[in-house]
């Protein structure tokens, strides 16, 4: 039997109403809120408590579409910490999404923002305005919420921008970092494949997030002088080992769904590692 949803004292007394519509009401958010913690799979309290408060303050179908949102981020590879350390969990999605792009008057009620005991300590009550005689400050008014860029909003921007003035590109780089496919040496060259599946890392705040199904797999056509495979050739037999692929990018117009890289710098991760690692002192 899966664990119920308990919402805190003051949400009891808040739900707690004599009317049976009120009770009927309570009910269904709990229900509702068991499922996303479900979902989610969060198993402690607190978090399930939050779950319920999202539930209640935001309504049942937003609360959906963020659990909708949260498992097409996941199944598109996941959202990482800021610092880059670890993968968010299914539910750190969730709440991500819920405290950026929930009405900022609505998220301080669901996420309220708790001083430090240390902190608290030093705060001492403060006179009152009505003592010291004063007119408190009239409160600013709160700034309407932006809606987030969807992907889907790109279509019309697109349309709009695409055909008027284009920037223009002085110099680009691309770095490849993978496994290589099938190799053809041609010439004094080498032609290989890399494809990059359609996963994302963590992305900044604000950038829109396709779902998996809206992105197809990007491949890459590598063109490698053969001087310079040479001296990869035998390190990327191993198996563990990656191929580290630096140079420019074109558009192929015979194969519009390729992008070509032509090599400018060609190594492997193990080479790279040693390479950077200090040579012995010398013997006495």
């Keep these: 039997m899966s664990e119920r949803v308990t919402p805190t004292l003051e949400e009891e007394r808040m739900d707690k109403h004599d009317s049976d519509a ?140 695409a055909m008027s003035e284009r920037g223009e590109v002085r110099n680009v780089k691309v770095t490849l970092i993978g496994r290589p496919g099938k190799i053809r040496e041609q010439g004094q060259c080498v032609v290989t494949t890399m494809q990059q599946k359609p996963k994302l890392p963590a992305l900044p705040k604000g950038l829109p997030i396709p779902a998996l199904d809206q992105i197809e797999p990007t491949l890459f056509v590598v063109y490698i002088a053969t001087r310079q495979w040479r001296k990869v050739e035998e390190a990327i037999k191993d198996a563990e080992d990656l191929l580290i692929v630096e140079g420019v990018q074109l558009l192929d117009r015979r194969f519009p769904a390729t992008i070509a890289v032509f090599a400018s710098n060609v190594t492997t991760k193990k080479l790279q590692a040693a390479q950077r690692k200090p040579a012995p002192p010398p013997l006495p």
Excluded: C, N
């Excluded at 939050?50 to 909708?68: H, N, P």
């Excluded at 880059?84 to 609505?106: D, H, N, Y």
């Excluded at 009550?125 to 709160?142: D, I, N, R, V």
């Design 22 to 161: 009120q009770r009927v009401l309570h009910e269904q958010r709990r229900e509702v809120a068991e499922q996303i913690a479900r979902e989610l799979g969060e198993t402690e309290a607190a978090p399930r408590r939050t779950i319920y408060k999202v539930v209640k303050k935001l309504g049942r179908d937003e609360a959906l579409r963020f659990v909708a949102k949260t498992l097409s981020i996941e199944r598109a590879g996941g959202l990482m910490l800021p610092d880059q350390s670890r993968q968010r969990t299914t539910g750190g999605v969730f709440f991500f999404l819920v405290k950026t792009e929930a009405p900022p008057e609505i998220t301080k009620h669901i996420f309220p923002k708790r001083l430090p005991p240390h902190l608290k300590k030093k705060i001492q009550p403060k006179e009152s305005e009505e003592a010291k005689g004063m007119t408190p400050p009239a409160a600013p008014e709160a700034k309407p919420a932006v809606p987030p860029f969807a992907w889907e909003d790109r279509i019309d921007v697109l349309a709009e921008i």
